[in-house]
């Protein structure tokens, strides 16, 4: 079951084009297209002629058009016309309320009458001219909860992201667990130690010396309804860690957004914002590309793990305190639901 009078992340601006957008969010299938004035809007994927995927049709004057019959159908779900047909009557499709921020498009699952805009997160990265921004979108096969659970606990960057992030003192290193508010926190930090490769290369890009000893930190914040900021960073050491001044270190936020599909899939937005090297386009492209690399070793992880939990569907996992957050995290999810049964605003 998934939170519906919530804010999920749909789609990225540059993915809604001059073509109608289909996605499945939450088991529902949904199209998003940008309508008059560019506004995004967002309905069911259902044509009320004969049950045709809207998402296959295009776009025409703002307005859906099906690419089955030619029904026309508009922002707020009601049919518009239909050629040499009567379609007035027809009943309104459901629509869902939608904005555009931070080059994301958002979606309200739930009563769009609910809806907010107001309570669209926003970070310190965002419509920042102090912060480079670069990401993409993947479609994973897994519950997207294990995702969270990956994202909460980086004890695996030792094992599964060798040459890159990963590197024994992580194992080494207690993981603190703790609430802010809300949000759950997971804090580690590794202090006098070598950097390893990925951190390297961000060190000797940004002037710093890559062989020198620092202090590294990662810091992953939790976020209703499945949002997960991460603080990493390295600086030179005995300068202050995670406050140190900008010229001693480099640092980033790793922005992640997962989005359900269905109980075993979701959609991961993720990206990487940094307050160094603002305007060289060909580290932006390097960290996305390290990024991509880093990211499918996670994918290969996590799709075996989601297919043996379907095949063993009454084993009984073990939890340690490695584990604490993405425990923490899942809580607060099944409180939240809890909390929403009892308005109706969970979604099965």
């Given at each position: 079951?998934?939170?519906?009078?919530?804010?999920?992340v749909g789609?990225?601006?540059?993915?809604?084009?001059?073509?109608?957008?289909?996605?499945t969010i939450c088991?529902?299938?949904v199209?998003?297209f940008?309508?008059k004035?560019?506004?995004?809007?967002?309905?069911?994927?259902?044509?009320?002629?004969?049950?045709?995927?809207l998402?296959?049709?295009?776009i025409?004057?703002?307005?859906?058009?099906?690419?089955?019959h030619?029904l026309?159908m508009?922002?707020e779900g009601?049919t518009?016309?239909m050629p040499?047909?009567r379609?007035?009557?027809?009943p309104?499709?459901k629509r869902?309320?939608?904005a555009?921020?931070?080059?994301?498009?958002w979606?309200?699952y739930?009563?769009?009458d609910?809806a907010?805009?107001?309570t669209?997160p926003?970070?310190?990265?965002t419509?920042n001219?102090?912060?480079?921004?670069?990401g993409?979108?993947?479609h994973?096969?897994s519950?997207y909860r294990?995702?969270?659970d990956?994202?909460?606990?980086?004890?695996?960057?030792?094992?599964v992201h060798?040459?890159?992030?990963?590197?024994?003192?992580?194992?080494?290193?207690?993981?603190?667990?703790?609430?802010?508010?809300d949000?759950?926190?997971?804090?580690?930090?590794m202090?006098?130690?070598y950097?390893?490769?990925?951190?390297?290369?961000?060190?000797k890009?940004?002037?710093?010396a890559?062989?020198?000893?620092v202090?590294?930190?990662?810091?992953?914040?939790?976020?209703?309804?499945?949002?997960?900021?991460?603080?990493v960073g390295?600086?030179?050491?005995?300068?202050?860690?995670?406050?140190?001044?900008?010229?001693?270190?480099?640092?980033?936020?790793?922005?992640n957004?997962?989005?359900?599909?269905?109980?075993?899939t979701h959609?991961?937005?993720w990206?990487?914002?940094r307050?160094?090297?603002l305007?060289?386009?060909?580290?932006?492209k390097?960290?996305?590309d390290?990024?991509?690399?880093i990211?499918a070793?996670?994918?290969?992880?996590?799709?075996?793990q989601?297919?043996n939990?379907s095949?063993?569907?009454?084993r009984?996992l073990l939890?340690?305190?490695?584990?604490?957050?993405?425990?923490?995290?899942?809580?607060q999810i099944?409180?939240a639901?809890?909390e929403?049964?009892?308005i109706g605003?969970?979604?099965?």
């Amino acid at each position: 079951m998934f939170l519906k009078n919530t804010w999920y992340v749909g789609a990225r601006s540059e993915e809604l084009t001059n073509k109608p957008l289909g996605r499945t969010i939450c088991n529902e299938r949904v199209v998003f297209f940008r309508g008059k004035d560019n506004e995004v809007c967002a309905v069911e994927d259902f044509c009320p002629h004969r049950g045709a995927a809207l998402s296959l049709g295009y776009i025409e004057d703002g307005n859906l058009v099906c690419g089955y019959h030619g029904l026309v159908m508009g922002c707020e779900g009601k049919t518009i016309a239909m050629p040499m047909q009567r379609v007035q009557g027809f009943p309104k499709i459901k629509r869902h309320a939608v904005a555009e921020r931070h080059g994301l498009i958002w979606i309200w699952y739930g009563d769009p009458d609910l809806a907010d805009v107001s309570t669209i997160p926003s970070f310190e990265w965002t419509d920042n001219p102090d912060w480079v921004y670069a990401g993409g979108v993947y479609h994973v096969k897994s519950d997207y909860r294990l995702m969270i659970d990956n994202l909460m606990d980086l004890t695996h960057e030792t094992y599964v992201h060798k040459g890159s992030i990963g590197q024994p003192e992580i194992d080494e290193s207690p993981v603190h667990t703790f609430m802010e508010g809300d949000i759950v926190v997971t804090k580690r930090e590794m202090n006098g130690i070598y950097a390893p490769p990925h951190w390297q290369a961000a060190l000797k890009a940004a002037g710093l010396a890559p062989e020198a000893k620092v202090d590294r930190w990662q810091y992953s914040r939790f976020y209703l309804p499945s949002h997960i900021m991460i603080d990493v960073g390295v600086a030179l050491a005995g300068r202050g860690g995670y406050n140190a001044a900008a010229q001693d270190k480099v640092s980033s936020t790793v922005v992640n957004f997962m989005t359900p599909e269905t109980d075993s899939t979701h959609w991961y937005f993720w990206g990487m914002a940094r307050t160094y090297l603002l305007d060289d386009s060909e580290f932006t492209k390097h960290v996305q590309d390290e990024q991509r690399r880093i990211f499918a070793q996670d994918l290969d992880v996590l799709q075996a793990q989601q297919e043996n939990l379907s095949a063993y569907p009454d084993r009984q996992l073990l939890m340690l305190n490695i584990d604490s957050g993405g425990v923490q995290a899942r809580r607060q999810i099944e409180r939240a639901m809890k909390e929403a049964r009892h308005i109706g605003s969970v979604t099965s």
